[in-house]
């Protein structure tokens, strides 16, 4: 065990054996590549501060990546040292990440958007001895932020502007220099290279329920991470369009590995725009694509639709929340595409998916069944398998689970079986498939009964007015809780407490469920990656008064 990291030898020698750990990194599929494809553009990024784009094929990438490696090298980066990058979605992030593949060094990816409250505990919890920043992003200038908390990191040593000038310009500093020139990469490379059960990447959880943890991961559980989505049957023919951060896991399993797993090709956006996103999915002719279900509404209601045909995209994997029915209807019916319900998170990666062919009361109904390489139970509050459709603990285990949280070993919650305890309650139906219900913390239990949350809101949702609904508890001395709905509502649009209980009423859910209070807002909380922040939420439930 290392900063927290727990990996028994019968965890690696059994799914060694079971052949669900490839023992391969990216370098390796990356050399694969090489090999087979060498001049197929594998990434291309659209750079919205400098109007550029830039397309780099297997070849260009990894010439440059040694590059970096070897610039890494010779200002000291060691085996496990820890190299965080705050980047957008540019070309840069897999460049230096697989640089840090080749000399044994931990990346740490962190959202653009964090500010000095985020940056000063994450960057000092990880020990952070390198980071790389855009000089600017979305008119925020990001190199005085850092230097304001350089006296609270005295393991950063290096500080990179991706665009800058001086000094500490990534260009002049690592890519202008010919460092294979000055020492013997190949052997320096082949010394340092990461091992697969070596922790390859930090990535703190998106925060849906307060302080973040650094969930750790190994190049054996990253890839394992995809299972769910190459039981799609993707192929090198994938051609993937991303507007999730890299920064995130969604953006960085499957806007990065997976195509480079496949040997297919990636298209970058680093800020999500549904119209040119349109626009790239005819352009690029982009198959695959996924995101939170604000991607999926945002691109559904695009006008240009009627511009741009999306005949090329296959597949739209939504995750982060349940998908509500009237969405999976409209997009299936403007996209053309095969919409897939899927659940995971930062410790696993995509769990469950919906697969091609399924009806659509399962795309709807559910989020998907596991792939071969998962098991998922759902468990009553005594620790016994709980009968189909029954809401309990959902717990999982297998190839994709990560191997601990940095220096919290204690928050590790994965028995001596190797169940992992998710914190979602969920059911399972006769067939396998999983329904997320809500977090163990966003259960309402009004006067002794459990309100189903998720069902709630997926009717409210499907309310001509309702742009995003989230419903979460507020105290009451009497019943314990009571519901408050949050909605944030379409332009235009208007929606009274006294109209949504009138429309409850109409689509005939139990008065006991009704939200108690309506409160709107003109957008959600919500982490970068999509997920609405309900612990905000029930922050400011909690100050009502009954």
């Known amino acids: 065990m290392t900063q927290g990291r727990i990996l028994t030898q019968s965890r690696i020698t ?40 830039t397309s780099l094929s297997y070849r260009h990438l990894d010439r440059l990546s040694r590059r970096i490696a070897a610039g890494l090298i010779a200002l000291g980066v060691a085996r496990g040292d820890v190299v965080s990058l705050q980047l957008p979605n540019w070309w840069e992030i897999p460049a230096i990440h697989l640089a840090c593949v080749r000399i044994g060094a931990i990346t740490n990816p962190l959202m653009p958007i964090f500010r000095e409250h985020e940056l000063r505990f ?22 005085p932020m850092i230097e304001s908390l350089r006296p609270d990191l005295p393991a950063l040593e290096h500080v990179f502007v991706v665009g800058g000038e001086g000094d500490n310009a990534f260009e002049e500093r690592l890519l202008r220099p010919a460092w294979e020139e000055r020492m013997d990469t190949a052997a320096l490379l082949g010394q340092r290279a990461l091992k697969p059960n070596e922790i390859a990447e930090y990535c703190y959880t998106s925060g849906t329920s307060g302080q973040p943890k650094c969930v750790m991961h190994t190049y054996n559980t990253l890839v394992a991470c995809l299972g769910a989505g190459l039981a799609l049957e ?8 991303m507007g999730s951060p890299l920064a995130h896991q969604t953006g960085f399993l499957f806007g990065f590995l997976l195509p480079l797993v496949l040997g297919g090709r990636t298209v970058l956006m680093d800020i999500w725009q549904a119209d040119e996103a349109v626009r790239l999915i005819d352009q690029e002719q982009i198959t695959f694509t996924m995101g939170a279900t604000p991607f999926l ?61 399924d009806p659509q009361e399962k795309v709807c109904g559910t989020d998907g069944i596991c792939w071969h390489g998962m098991e ?24 994709a689970n990560f191997v601990g949280y940095l220096k919290r070993p204690d928050a590790y919650e994965v028995d001596a079986h190797g169940w992992f305890n998710t914190g979602d309650i969920a059911s399972r139906d006769v067939d396998g498939y999983i329904r997320l219900v809500g977090r163990a913390k966003d259960i309402i239990i009004r006067g002794g009964e459990n309100v189903p949350v998720v069902e709630v809101e997926d009717l409210i949702y499907e309310h001509p007015a309702v742009r995003e609904i989230a419903i979460v508890a507020m105290p009451d001395p009497r019943l314990g809780e009571r519901g408050c709905a949050f909605l944030s509502l ?17 689509v005939k859910v139990a008065k006991n469920y009704w939200p108690e209070r309506l409160e709107t807002m003109p957008e959600l909380p919500r982490t970068p990656s999509g997920k609405i922040q309900k612990f905000k939420l029930r922050a400011i439930a909690a100050r009502f008064t009954p």
């Open 297 to 357: 509404s945002d691109l559904s209601e695009s006008p240009l639709l009627e511009r741009y045909p999306t005949a090329s995209l296959e597949f739209f994997i939504c995750g982060g929340a349940p998908i509500p029915r009237v969405l999976v209807q409209t997009a299936k019916q403007r996209l053309g595409a095969n919409i897939v319900a899927g659940w995971g998170m930062s410790e696993n990666g995509l769990v469950t998916a919906t697969l091609r062919g």
């Open 234 to 241: 993707l192929d090198r023919s994938i051609v993937v369009l």
């Open 376 to 399: 998922t139970r759902i468990v009553d509050e005594n620790g016994n398998e709980a009968a189909p459709d029954t809401p309990g603990d959902l717990q999982v285990r297998g190839a």
């Open 490 to 506: 379409k332009p235009g649009a208007s929606l009274s407490f006294g109209e949504l209980q009138t429309y409850l009423a109409q």
């Open 122 to 143: 994450m960057l000092a919890f990880a020990a952070t001895k390198v980071l790389f920043i855009p000089r600017t992003f979305r008119g925020f200038d990001y190199a």
């Open 14 to 53: 059994q799914m060694t054996e079971r052949g669900l750990w490839q023992n391969r990194t990216a370098a390796d599929y990356l050399s694969a590549n090489l090999a087979a494809r060498p001049d197929r553009v594998f990434i291309t990024d659209h750079n919205s501060m400098t109007g550029r784009s």
